[in-house]
């Protein structure tokens, strides 16, 4: 009867540990399980596998107690690859962790102009660039012309989707003029 018991506390102590939300409710009372659904205003979370239904009116916060370990920022060890322009005249390479370029920069330059243009791109979860920043340290050229080109450019690179990754993931795009 005891291993009985001790099996069961030792069940129910584990179980309590693996909850992935947390509801906080306007009383300031804590409910932890899963959250499974939300619909017509009322939320539904799995706590030791039983439903229960909240309001969302009485409901202050839902934390989401999933332990995500990138937080979007450039690795070290983050492997730099190349590939051509999408008109094939320039080499880009770039950084950017699990993610692969499925849509190069169409690059031109009407001058005569060269250098090195670092850009650091942010990404969505889908693949979409959100943001560039052209210039950013490694950049070999000031010029303005090289710099906007650059960013125009960055702004069209299309990255397979991940949507495991973080909400926005930091990448670096090199531009060989």
């Known amino acids: 009867m005891k291993k009985y018991f001790l099996a069961v506390s030792l069940l129910a102590f584990v179980h309590v540990g693996i909850s992935q939300h947390s509801v906080v409710l306007k009383t300031g009372d804590k409910i932890e399980g899963v959250v499974m659904e939300l619909m ?9 596998r039983e439903p229960k239904k909240i309001a969302l009116k009485d409901i202050s916060s839902i934390f ?12 070290d060890e983050t492997p730099i690859r190349k590939m051509k322009s999408a008109d094939g005249g320039y080499m880009v390479e770039y950084q950017i962790k699990d993610r692969e370029m ?17 850009v650091e791109v942010t990404v969505n979860r889908s693949g979409t660039v959100l943001k560039v ?34 909400l926005e993931t930091k990448g670096l795009i090199i531009i060989h003029y």
Request: glycine content about 6%; hydrophobic content about 30%; aromatic content about 12%.
């Open 102 to 118: 499925i849509q190069p920069p169409r690059l031109s330059n009407a001058t005569e102009k060269q250098g090195t243009v670092v």
């Open 133 to 166: 920043e052209s210039g950013v340290t490694g950049s070999t050229t000031s010029d303005e012309y090289l710099l906007t080109k650059a960013e125009y450019a960055c702004k069209g690179i299309k990255f397979n989707e991940y949507m495991k990754a973080p």
């Open 40 to 48: 017509n205003d009322e939320l539904t979370i799995y706590v030791n």
């Open 64 to 75: 989401f107690d999933e332990y995500v370990p990138y937080d979007g920022s450039i690795k």
